[in-house]
């Protein structure tokens, strides 16, 4: 019974509910709607089972050379994790000392907290960043806002930070802009882009994710990794995927255009729909009479909003807070989906 004091007390990540039913509209972790390649499929039916026999390549040298040439960097600056959440975790053991700090927008992608939580170290907002700030981890787009900064801010602010920065670019192909190119950048010394297999490629079950860095940061992950964080079936469908881009973009454009659709569907309904760069909207529904449109009592209608679509049999995210708790964040999905959630705000009467 020797659990560490950290972990004791840790508060963990909780994942947005998975259903195991279906005939539910599932718009709550900004999966893809849409297939991956039919490449993935073909390399998953040609996967030769005598290579389950042996471990995988520990370096995943194919994948690591397709996603170097996709950026037009060198191998030598790619990392693959088990998800980027795996990435995320290694770069919190890499890169801060144990009286260091994490800092990431707020509000953000909720692990960010817990990871440095297991790590055992503080995490702070970016108006809480000191000297002793030596990761911080730049969304963009943010999640669960959707809202994006320049590339050009964000490599000002590196510029100027002691430590590494990571930009989590987990929605960079729902956007119209992303920071690759200042990662693959001669002189870098302390800027990582990464992504994920998870969102625009389809692949949130496989469990990919990468960065690109600075050589000297990469190859520290490296020697942090576990041996085969990468097993071969990941390996060989993620590399179909790479090669397939016109696939991945395809169905990011589809994405983006029913997102825009749905935004307007919203706004003629009073939501309140700020512009969105990603695969999901953070919208407020509106006030009805005699209820401010802000505080506590906006709060409450939104919870209530989340658990009547629940109810309804459609599953979007809601995140309690001062700085969220009166928005609920709505994965956009086919047009068919958006047509059904918006059909049951009519009949819910949430205008
Ligand atoms: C901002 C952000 N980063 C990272 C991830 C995790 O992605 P992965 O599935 O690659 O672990 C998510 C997942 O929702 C996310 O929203």
Redesign the pocket.
Known sequence: MRIAKHVRKLEEYV??EQPKGRGVVKLN??ENPYPPSPACAKALAGFDLDRLRRYPDPNYSELREALASLNGTTPERVFV????????SIAARCFVEDDETIASLDP??S?YKTLAAIRDVRWTGPSGVGPKCSLFLW?NP???TGSFAEPAEIAAFAAKFRGVVIV?E??ADFARANCMSLATAEGNRNLIV??????SYSL?GL???YCVGPEDLVRAMYKVKDSYNVDAVAQAVALAAVKDQKWMKTNAAKVVRTRERFSKALEERGWDVPHSESNFVFARPPAPAGVRASGKAAHERTEAVFHALRKANIIVRYFKGPKTGDRIRITIGTDKQMDTLTRAIDELSIR
């Open positions: 994942p947005g972790t900004n994790g088990n998800g980027s959440d795996e990435v995320l953000s992608y692990l969304t943010n999640a669960p989590d987990a929605y990464m992504r994920t297999f998870s969102k949130a469990r990919v994710g």
